[in-house]
């Protein structure tokens, strides 16, 4: 298994849908979260971490997560065609460095107008 | 402001060149990292610098040295590279976090390298 899987996509939805963008990781004891969305040539881009079990929400985002079933989901609402990167999941796993992020290939996303 | 700023944006080098790669931060992080980063693939971390000092190096081959003058700055120095060394090379920065969770790490614009 992966350590942190993410469905590479590519996954379309029409302006003003949900996108709905999962992960899995394989660490139980992974700590901490991360969402970047980064565009076709850019650098990444924060959107959401994310520490406990439950959703948080920061505007159209909303980062989900159970760590009982080791997921950690993005929800963006009233998508926009500029919404339009890959985003990538990334996880600090427990017991290394606090520096060592482990990421996804990430999800391409297409918001369609 | 979470700003980290890489010069130069853009670097065409041949194999015999040596150049750098600067990276910049003004927010008061303690750890600093170079990534590199080939077409669809995600950021692959090759250094990691906590408060000055070298804490990570991923098994990098020496013709890519790091270094970290003060808090602020980290610089990569190339010698010698491959054409398969063209990537994008990501600085990023975070608070530096010594114990506990993980630390939200800040990318820079990159620099796009491309060796002849």
């Known amino acids: 298994q992966k350590e942190v899987e993410q469905n590479s996509g590519p996954l379309s939805v029409p302006e003003g849908a949900i996108a709905s963008l999962n992960c899995t990781y394989s660490?139980?004891?992974?700590?901490?979260f991360f969402w970047y969305r980064q565009y076709s040539g850019k650098s990444p881009e924060l959107i959401m971490s994310i520490y406990s079990n439950g959703d948080k929400e920061d505007g159209r985002f909303t980062a989900q997560l159970n760590k009982a079933s080791q997921y950690v989901s993005l929800l963006i609402r009233d998508s926009q065609p500029s919404d339009s990167a890959t985003y990538l999941c990334?996880?600090?796993?427990?017991?290394?460095?606090?520096?060592?992020?482990?990421f996804g290939k990430g999800t391409l996303l297409t918001v369609n107008p | 402001d979470t700003e980290v700023t890489q010069t130069p944006k853009h670097l065409v080098m041949g194999m015999t060149n040596k150049k750098s790669l600067k990276c910049e931060q003004h927010?008061?992080?303690?750890?600093m990292y170079w990534y590199k980063q080939k077409a669809k693939k995600p950021p692959e971390l090759m250094f990691v610098y906590s408060y000055e000092k070298l804490s990570i190096n991923e098994s990098v081959p020496s013709r890519f040295s790091p270094e970290c003058p003060n808090s602020s700055l980290l610089n990569l120095h190339l010698h010698a590279l491959q054409p398969e060394d063209s990537a994008l090379y990501l600085c990023?920065?975070?608070?530096?976090?010594?114990?506990?969770?993980?630390?939200?790490?800040?990318f820079g614009p990159g620099t796009r390298l491309t060796v002849l």
């Open positions: 990023a920065s975070s608070q530096g976090m010594l114990a506990g969770g993980g630390d939200t790490q800040y």
């Open positions: 927010m008061g992080h303690r750890a």
């Open positions: 990334a996880v600090n796993k427990s017991g290394g460095s606090n520096y060592k992020l482990t």
């Open positions: 660490d139980r004891g992974s700590q901490s």
